[in-house]
């Protein structure tokens, strides 16, 4: 079993819609969950963090934690063609000091 | 704007050539790091250089040796590269706090061994 799982798309949303992501972890000692945006030949960018079970909202981002289930998601309201990326869940775990990265989904906004 | 500073943006190198990346972080974070990326893949991690100790991934190379001289700089040296050393290389930083240890990453050094 791979340490972080997401799907790895292609995940293609309307723009205006609703873009979901979702990722999986199997480290129960993790405590730290982030999504970063990575646009071709960039690096990652951080667009959310989050730490305690429930939600957090930035904008037209709302990042969901439930550690119970070790799942994190990613949703994206009001898509726009700029959000077109790939998305990268990554898991913190203090004790090794390691941050983990999924294999990333790769989103694109239809306009 | 990232406040992790890499140089150079983008490197060609040949097998023989030793050469340095080199990344500064102007945040006063107490962890530095250096990630390596191949195409369609996600970000491994290759140093980690937090409260001066340096933590190595055991499956890096010896060609690849990192240098910090100070708690903001932290220097990839490269020597003897192979061509599928040729990746994104990342240098990001971190620190500890109510954040909870966010990784900032730089734009990256784009490296080619030809």
């Known amino acids: 079993q791979k340490e972080v799982e997401q799907n790895s798309g292609p995940l293609s949303v309307p723009e205006g819609a609703i873009a979901s992501l979702n990722c999986t972890y199997s480290d129960r000692g993790s405590q730290s969950f982030f999504w970063y945006r990575q646009y071709s030949g960039k690096s990652p960018e951080l667009i959310m963090s989050?730490?305690?079970?429930g939600d957090k909202e930035d904008g037209r981002f709302t990042a969901q934690l439930n550690k119970a289930s070790q799942y994190v998601s990613l949703l994206i309201r009001d898509s726009q063609p700029s959000d077109s990326a790939t998305y990268l869940c990554a898991v913190y775990n203090f004790g090794n000091e390691k941050l983990t990265f999924g294999t990333g989904t790769r989103l694109t906004i239809i306009p | 704007d990232t406040e992790v500073t890499q140089t150079p943006k983008h490197l060609v190198m040949g097998m023989t050539n030793k050469k340095s990346l080199k990344c500064e972080q102007h945040?006063?974070?107490?962890?530095m790091y250096w990630y390596k990326q191949k195409a369609k893949k996600p970000p491994e991690l290759m140093f980690v250089?937090?409260?001066?100790?340096?933590?190595i991934n055991e499956s890096v190379p010896s060609r690849f040796s990192p240098e910090c001289p100070n708690s903001s700089l932290l220097n990839l040296h490269l020597h003897a590269l192979q061509p599928e050393d040729s990746a994104l290389y990342l240098c990001a930083s971190s620190q500890d706090g109510g954040d909870g240890n966010t990784i900032y990453f730089g734009e990256g050094s784009w490296l080619t061994v030809v």
């Open positions: 945040m006063g974070h107490r962890a």
């Open positions: 250089y937090s409260y001066e100790k340096l933590s």
């Open positions: 989050i730490y305690s079970n």
